[in-house]
């Protein structure tokens, strides 16, 4: 919404995380204010180790194909 | 192509415990595992650095092609396993990722000081991993940008725990 059109007053736009979402003590609105995602941990704690690690395991596997095609881009005098 | 293989973790977790070596999951992997969000990209274990631990480790790799991270252009480790077990730590780069084997955690101390919890890393598998608390002392020791991060999320985590007990 454009602050011109909007009824409230400024600084009650801003945003503030700890105000929107779950908290679970200091430390988790802490977390929060370090810009950490806590739906994502929320979402973890839900999960056991094993799926935690097959996630990781896929996220490093999608970042290496990632380097893979933009290595070869750049070898191939088309990539940055 | 780059040179740096994709880091299997579990495929290192895998050989690591069918070579029967005692050790201990820290680091990032360890965090990881009690739910924090924040990737890494190698594999952190304490294990007590004698020759035994250093021949199973080596074991474990063969096939894997072993070198030194540190020192790629010296090929495939030869080292002895008493002259691996002088080592601090061994900073490991193989075909299946990246592995660091400590012998010390600073600030809590060898394997035997560790309070480790055990966990179901891989499925019927389960690996003794760094409990939570000492993590959190361990990041906040290190220090570094990113292990701040990673302990704040620790520290929510346990906060996370402590009002939901299981």
Known sequence: MLRTMSPVPIEDEVFDPSKEMPSFGPEWDHALRMGIDTAMLLENARRTPAERIQSLVAHNRFVWRVHQQTHAAELAGIGP | ?166
Not at chain 2, 32 to 54: E, F, R, Y
Not at chain 2, 57 to 69: C, D, E, F, N, Y
Not at chain 2, 109 to 122: D, K, P, T
């Open chain 2, 1 to 166: 192509m780059t040179r740096r293989p994709a880091q299997q973790t579990d495929v290192l977790l895998e050989k690591l415990d069918n070579s029967r070596l005692e050790f201990v999951v820290i680091g990032g992997v360890a965090a990881i595992a009690h739910g924090a969000t924040t990737p890494t990209q190698d594999l952190d274990i304490a294990c007590s650095m004698t020759p035994d631990n250093m021949r199973k480790i080596m074991t474990a790799l063969s096939g894997q092609h072993p070198v030194h991270a540190t020192r790629p252009d010296l090929g495939e480790i030869q080292n002895t396993p008493e002259s691996l077990a002088q080592f601090r730590m061994l900073l490991i780069q193989t075909d299946v990722g990246r592995l660091d084997v400590l012998g010390t955690v600073e600030p809590i101390g060898g394997i035997e000081s560790l309070a480790a919890v055990s966990m179901e890393l891989l499925p019927s598998r389960s690996f003794r991993v760094l409990g939570l608390e000492q993590l959190i002392a361990v990041k906040a020791h290190v220090g570094r940008p990113k292990d701040k991060l990673v302990e704040a999320e620790l520290r929510a985590l346990l906060r996370l725990r402590l009002s939901n007990p299981p």
